[in-house]
């Protein structure tokens, strides 16, 4: 078990949900954002590597990810501050397999354990195309965090929580990234079939928008990630400063609505 997992099953075995925010690598003061969330409540965070063509994210996302790119952010730069960034939570990546390409499977994963990055999630690369990235994931010690489409097929689930390691991203509705006014059923949904087929925790991302939400999903789910909610706010920030207070607030938000549910 790997230190993602860990921290996620030690907050569910107190009988508590877990709380992962995410957050874009290079923009603005992003590592003070981190910080803030480390201290208002997140079990562990998730850090966008910005990618000109994010096939996942919606709107907010992008935005964050094309300012980010603009302001000069790249893999190993985002990789070396969040390095030295002492959150003391555990750390994921999120981004696309054409960055890891490029860098190489195994140079990349070596790069992610060098920085202290527990996990890693690389939505566009199907399941049956794991292989590589997961014998490099599985030798540099990076916990691989497979995705879990609302339309897969019980069979295809078994297969994924088989393969996942750290937590299974249950997504919560089709679509890309981005905040909603209700919660979709099919979150509720695929994190119930998930935890028939796992005891992996088993967290809801893609469409949780507010901790009402949050609360809801999580009578099934055992967390949530939260992005777009999170990313849409820093971007209205007036000041690196306001930003990790908007950081905070928000974690803090979600973080009592989780406990109080």
Known sequence: MGPFEAALRARRDRGGKC??????????????????????????????IPFSDPVMDGPVIQQASELALRAGATPPAILDELG?????????????????DRAGWRRFASSLSSAGVAAAILPDIPLEETGPWCAAADEAGVETVLLAAPTAPDERLERIVQRSRGFVYAVGLLGVTGERDHLAASATRIAARLKAVTDLPVLVGVGI????????VCE????VVVGSALVRQVLEA????????????????FRRALDAG
């Open 238 to 253: 007036d000041t690196p400063e306001g930003s990790v207070e908007v950081v905070a607030e928000v974690v803090s938000s």
């Open 19 to 48: 709380l992962v925010p995410y957050l874009t690598g290079g923009l603005g003061s992003w590592t003070a954002q981190l910080r803030a969330a480390a201290a208002s409540g997140a079990d562990a965070v998730e850090v966008g």
């Open 209 to 216: 928008s507010t901790p009402e939400q949050a609360a809801e």
């Open 84 to 100: 030295g960034a002492d959150l003391g939570v555990p750390s994921a990546v999120m981004t696309y397999a054409n960055l890891v």
């Open 220 to 223: 099934v789910a055992d967390g």
